[in-house]
């Protein structure tokens, strides 16, 4: 079992900036990706940003150019640092991580407005 920790949530205002981290722990025994997803209020949950096994980053495209996804393996902890906030950026942030199974945190809420 792998335990999935985010923080860094929160109310911001549109152009604001505002950082999560997603800490892992457990039984880490394989090379692993991580990523962050977000689920707007009754809408899917979509992939942001992630980062596999392999170190190769992805962005959704409304992502790129604003958001950057960083992972510390020592810590195997993941950061998504979000800058230029938009409304449309409203959602529940989920962590994802993936090994030989699918983890999920319990999401930590981002509310873009003014």
């Known amino acids: 079992q792998v335990h999935l920790v985010e923080s860094g949530g929160g109310l911001v205002q549109p152009g604001g900036s505002l950082n999560l981290s997603c800490a892992a722990s457990?039984?880490?025994?394989?090379?692993?990706?991580m990523g962050w997803y977000r689920q707007p209020p009754g809408r899917l949950r979509r992939l942001v940003a992630a980062?596999?096994?392999?170190?190769?980053?992805t962005y959704t495209d409304s992502a790129k150019g604003r958001f950057t996804i960083s992972r510390d393996k020592t810590k195997h902890t993941v950061y998504l640092q979000m800058s230029s906030l938009e409304p449309d950026d409203t959602g529940v942030y989920y962590c994802?991580?993936?090994?030989?199974?699918?983890?999920w945190g319990e999401g930590t809420l981002v509310t873009i407005s003014s």
């Open positions: 980062i596999t096994t392999g170190d190769q980053i």
């Open positions: 457990g039984d880490i025994f394989r090379p692993y990706a």
């Open positions: 994802n991580f993936y090994s030989d199974k699918n983890y």
